[in-house]
């Protein structure tokens, strides 16, 4: 095996695991999404510890990106395009790493 031939392998095991982090990351912004709704339309039960749980969680993960967001974006009353924001970077990050980044080093 050829030193190239290991890092093209190397590189695209690194590009499948950024692709799967960024798709992942995708799915739990939108259940966070969902998840905002159901809550402020009382859908669920806040004070169930496990439906607290798991809205702490997602929260925790998706605020530190979505914060910076928030700050820069005009207040627009009860809608929050924060997440709407994330996903049009993320899907842009993926088509740019699989188009353009991977064809230079593989």
Do not use: H, K
């Not at 499948?16 to 960024?22: E, F, G, N, R």
């Not at 999404?33 to 809205?55: E, H, K, M, T």
């Not at 993320?90 to 230079?104: E, H, N, Q, V």
């Amino acid at each position: 095996m050829s030193v190239n031939n290991e890092m093209e392998t190397c590189m695209l095991a690194l590009f499948q695991t950024i692709d799967l982090a960024l798709n992942l990351y995708t799915w739990v912004l939108i259940a966070s999404a969902i998840f905002s709704w159901l809550y402020a339309f009382n859908v669920i039960n806040s004070r169930n510890q496990f439906v607290d749980a798991i809205g702490r969680f997602l929260f925790n993960v998706t605020e530190p990106v979505l914060r910076p967001i928030r700050r820069v974006m005009p207040d627009l009353g009860g809608i929050d395009l924060s997440p709407i924001i994330v996903l049009l970077i993320i899907f842009f990050l993926r088509s740019l790493m699989w188009t353009s980044l991977y064809p230079l080093v593989a």
